[in-house]
């Protein structure tokens, strides 16, 4: 929607279309607020974005160009007597940095040679990130997946740019199992990564929807799960002693577990069944670490490696009570929609705040990209925020007005604190990290600290069912606290437990084909009410470092409360079929017609009767050959078919 074009009042005006965003702005159009929507990028979901590999190149591109913050525009003529103008920030450079590129690929589609290794991109000197001549961001997606122009690697030692063209939609593409049952594995190009870009949807934030977490329970109360599909994590890795082992964390894995003896299995079970109420020896226990109160219970090494790292996934610090409460967590998250208690978005964590922005547009909110309000006018008498102006000098009266942390000025905080950084890692790699008999398996990794100083690492890996790779590929996200930069955090773990050029001796291990590192700022470490701004203005931070989602949708809530006290948060949408429009029901004004409308009723009852017999018939007469079907359906969906969220 055109800047001219756009209402000049609305109840709640919202900046910025990351997570919470997009909740607080569904939560309002529901109930009947009039909410403006607007962004400065060209795609939604902001840091929780989901991109393209091409995309993904062309926002590296954005991110090593030192590109110099435009000038605040003068609006002071906007200005009424009695109010004032807060100016806001209109870059959000400072939410990622360190930002390096690696390719460990030929260039080539067909290589008689071996390849040969390429040099690290290392950020804006050695610059090798290369925008093609008719590359740039096309429109979002509103139903399917972003498609975004692309850019390509330069490799210093190579004299000819490597381009990607789009892949022809009517071309097959080859199904990971072919792949898997060649007896040579063809190795992939970094032209074929760029040629099936589209085939990719490379998240931003890594994080894993746990089955009865805030967030899965809010998609399931409004509705908004109608809108997406959802996969099983179908395992829990974890990384001890230089190899990838399985964490039993349902009944049924550790039964079956070859890692456990007959002896653990009996105290990991009956410790899982003693944590699920509080006791007094627990409570015992509290401020004193977790680690310890698992050597009391007479667990082996074993367990409580799984229980420390992979169940509660806490460290060795962590009090007694917060370990707990993270274990009942995990086990209460089991067994609702699979064998591990997480779930994860097909297409990508970038399509859950695309879904509550849809659930807004729905009830008539009002959407505007590569647009962003500028400042705010403040009536002075009574400290509030009255109206925004946009980035094209439009005046727009609003109720209360809701932002992203990164539009706020730093002279706008009460502390200066620093801030805290998430490190991340994105990696393509040719096999899983742990191969087993199905090749469609998406894993949950810890990986403790490999050495001391080093942060825990939280590893997700993704199969190509969960449509964020090519055929043939897997994409691992990890993410830790930030000690250094990325690289530096991440590239050790990276090296260990993959094959690279730095690697030594790790030919069982998946190859990386190309990888990412970059620092964001962690949401976590940010004061939303640390502003010095009117009470009417509210303010979301981004990701944070957690697995799951409640931060933000805390936030949500938490806002939404604040200014509809009254009102219900997120209420059940209708579903289409449900919704009776005007003129759609009519009423019989006469007996004659009354009548007719019941024989009409009658008729239709009989028929359906019929119907139901004939069925009932047919599903006697169903065949043994129809039950194995049946059976092979059912093995494919406990191995991650994708499942519609329901209570």
Same mark, same amino acid.
């Given at each position: 929607?055109?800047?001219?074009?756009?209402?000049?009042?609305?109840?709640?005006?919202?900046?910025?279309?990351g997570?919470?965003?997009?909740?607080?702005?569904?939560?309002?159009?529901?109930?009947?607020?009039?909410v403006?929507?607007?962004?400065?990028?060209?795609?939604?979901a902001?840091?929780?974005?989901?991109?393209?590999?091409?995309?993904?190149?062309t926002?590296?591109?954005?991110?090593?160009?030192?590109?110099?913050?435009?000038?605040? +525009?003068?609006?002071?003529?906007?200005?009424?007597?009695?109010?004032?103008?807060? +100016?806001?920030?209109?870059?959000?450079?400072?939410s990622?940095?360190?930002?390096?590129?690696?390719?460990?690929?030929?260039?080539e589609?067909?290589?008689?040679?071996?390849?040969?290794?390429?040099?690290?991109?290392?950020?804006?000197?050695?610059?090798?990130?290369k925008?093609?001549?008719?590359?740039?961001?096309?429109?979002?997606?509103?139903?399917?997946?972003?498609e975004?122009?692309?850019?390509?690697?330069?490799?210093?030692?190579?004299?000819?740019?490597?381009?990607?063209?789009?892949?022809?939609?009517?071309?097959?593409?080859?199904?990971?199992?072919?792949?898997?049952?060649?007896?040579?594995?063809?190795?992939?190009?970094?032209?074929?990564?760029?040629?099936?870009?589209?085939?990719?949807?490379?998240?931003?934030?890594?994080?894993?929807?746990?089955?009865?977490?805030?967030?899965?329970?809010?998609?399931i109360?409004?509705?908004?799960?109608?809108?997406?599909?959802?996969?099983?994590?179908?395992?829990i890795?974890?990384?001890?002693?230089?190899?990838v082992?399985?964490?039993p964390?349902?009944r049924?894995?550790?039964?079956?577990?070859?890692?456990?003896?007959?002896?653990?299995?009996?105290?990991?079970?009956?410790?899982?069944t003693?944590?699920?109420?509080?006791?007094?020896?627990?409570?015992?226990?509290?401020?004193?670490?977790?680690?310890?109160f698992?050597?009391?219970?007479q667990?082996?090494?074993?367990?409580?490696?799984?229980?420390?790292?992979?169940?509660?996934?806490?460290?060795?610090d962590?009090?007694?009570?917060?370990?707990?409460?993270?274990?009942?967590?995990?086990?209460?998250?089991?067994?609702?929609?699979?064998?591990?208690?997480?779930?994860?978005?097909?297409?990508?964590?970038?399509?859950i705040?695309?879904?509550?922005?849809?659930?807004?547009?729905?009830?008539?909110?009002?959407y505007?990209?590569?647009?962003?309000?500028?400042?705010?006018?403040?009536?002075k008498?009574?400290?509030?925020?009255?109206?925004?102006?946009?980035?094209?000098?439009?005046?727009?009266?609003?109720?209360h007005?809701?932002?992203?942390?990164?539009y706020?000025?730093?002279?706008?905080?009460?502390?200066?604190?620093?801030?805290?950084?998430?490190?991340?890692?994105?990696l393509?790699?040719?096999s899983?990290?742990?191969?087993?008999?199905?090749?469609?398996?998406?894993?949950?990794?810890?990986?403790?600290?490999?050495?001391?100083?080093?942060?825990?690492?939280?590893?997700?890996e993704?199969?190509?069912?969960?449509?964020?790779?090519?055929?043939?590929?897997?994409?691992?996200?990890?993410?830790?606290?930030?000690?250094?930069?990325?690289?530096?955090?991440?590239?050790?773990?990276?090296?260990?437990?993959?094959?690279?050029?730095?690697?030594?001796?790790?030919?069982?291990?998946?190859?990386?084909?190309?990888?990412?590192?970059?620092?964001?700022a962690?949401?976590?470490?940010?004061e939303?009410?640390?502003?010095?701004?009117?009470?009417n203005?509210?303010?979301?931070?981004?990701?944070d470092?957690?697995?799951?989602?409640?931060?933000?949708?805390?936030q949500?809530?938490?806002?939404?409360?604040?200014?509809?006290?009254?009102?219900?948060?997120?209420?059940?949408?209708?579903?289409?079929?449900?919704?009776i429009?005007?003129?759609d029901?009519?009423?019989?004004?006469?007996?004659?017609?009354?009548?007719?409308?019941e024989?009409?009723?009658?008729e239709?009852?009989?028929?359906?009767?019929?119907?139901?017999?004939?069925e009932?018939?047919?599903?006697?007469?169903?065949?043994e050959?129809?039950?194995?079907?049946?059976?092979e359906e059912?093995e494919?969906?406990?191995?991650?078919?994708?499942?519609?969220?329901?209570?």
């Amino acid at each position: 929607m055109a800047a001219e074009d756009l209402p000049s009042e609305f109840d709640v005006v919202i900046l910025g279309t990351g997570l919470a965003e997009s909740v607080v702005a569904a939560a309002f159009s529901r109930v009947g607020q009039r909410v403006l929507h607007v962004d400065r990028r060209s795609y939604y979901a902001s840091n929780w974005a989901s991109f393209t590999f091409n995309g993904l190149l062309t926002w590296i591109q954005q991110h090593h160009e030192e590109s110099q913050p435009e000038e605040a +525009q003068d609006w002071s003529s906007l200005v009424e007597e009695g109010e004032e103008l807060i +100016q806001l920030s209109n870059s959000d450079s400072a939410s990622i940095s360190n930002v390096q590129v690696f390719c460990y690929t030929s260039e080539e589609d067909e290589v008689e040679e071996a390849p040969n290794t390429t040099e690290e991109e290392t950020g804006a000197d050695e610059d090798t990130v290369k925008e093609p001549s008719e590359a740039e961001t096309a429109d979002p997606k509103e139903e399917e997946t972003e498609e975004k122009g692309g850019t390509a690697v330069e490799e210093e030692e190579q004299s000819s740019d490597v381009k990607g063209e789009e892949p022809d939609a009517d071309q097959p593409a080859p199904s990971a199992a072919q792949s898997q049952s060649e007896p040579t594995k063809k190795t992939i190009s970094y032209a074929q990564l760029v040629k099936e870009g589209r085939r990719f949807n490379i998240d931003l934030v890594s994080k894993l929807m746990y089955s009865r977490g805030s967030l899965v329970d809010l998609l399931i109360k409004s509705n908004v799960s109608r809108y997406a599909e959802f996969k099983n994590v179908t395992r829990i890795l974890t990384y001890r002693n230089e190899q990838v082992d399985q964490v039993p964390c349902s009944r049924a894995d550790v039964f079956a577990s070859r890692q456990l003896s007959v002896v653990e299995k009996r105290k990991l079970m009956r410790f899982l069944t003693s944590c699920v109420e509080e006791t007094e020896e627990q409570q015992a226990y509290n401020g004193r670490p977790y680690l310890e109160f698992l050597r009391d219970q007479q667990l082996g090494d074993n367990l409580q490696h799984f229980l420390l790292h992979s169940i509660a996934m806490v460290t060795e610090d962590t009090p007694t009570e917060e370990g707990l409460t993270s274990t009942r967590h995990f086990l209460r998250c089991l067994g609702r929609y699979g064998n591990t208690p997480f779930l994860f978005p097909v297409y990508g964590l970038g399509e859950i705040p695309q879904c509550f922005c849809r659930m807004c547009a729905v009830f008539g909110g009002i959407y505007c990209l590569r647009h962003s309000v500028t400042c705010l006018l403040i009536d002075k008498e009574a400290n509030r925020c009255k109206a925004v102006i946009d980035s094209r000098g439009q005046r727009i009266s609003c109720s209360h007005f809701v932002m992203e942390d990164s539009y706020v000025g730093a002279d706008r905080k009460k502390v200066a604190t620093p801030t805290r950084f998430l490190s991340r890692a994105v990696l393509i790699t040719d096999s899983s990290i742990l191969p087993s008999d199905s090749d469609q398996q998406v894993s949950m990794v810890t990986v403790p600290p490999i050495a001391a100083g080093c942060p825990a690492v939280k590893m997700v890996e993704l199969c190509s069912s969960t449509m964020t790779c090519m055929p043939g590929t897997y994409l691992v996200h990890l993410t830790c606290q930030s000690v250094s930069s990325a690289y530096e955090d991440l590239s050790p773990v990276v090296t260990r437990m993959f094959r690279t050029p730095e690697s030594a001796d790790q030919e069982s291990c998946p190859s990386v084909l190309w990888c990412l590192y970059f620092n964001m700022a962690d949401g976590s470490g940010l004061e939303v009410e640390g502003y010095n701004l009117p009470p009417n203005v509210y303010v979301c931070s981004g990701p944070d470092a957690a697995l799951g989602h409640d931060h933000a949708v805390k936030q949500a809530e938490s806002i939404f409360q604040k200014i509809l006290p009254e009102e219900d948060f997120c209420p059940p949408a209708p579903n289409p079929e449900d919704i009776i429009y005007d003129g759609d029901a009519t009423s019989p004004s006469t007996g004659e017609e009354r009548e007719g409308e019941e024989e009409k009723q009658e008729e239709v009852m009989e028929e359906k009767k019929q119907e139901e017999v004939m069925e009932e018939k047919k599903q006697e007469e169903v065949t043994e050959k129809e039950e194995e079907e049946k059976q092979e359906e059912e093995e494919k969906q406990e191995e991650g078919q994708s499942l519609p969220l329901e209570e």
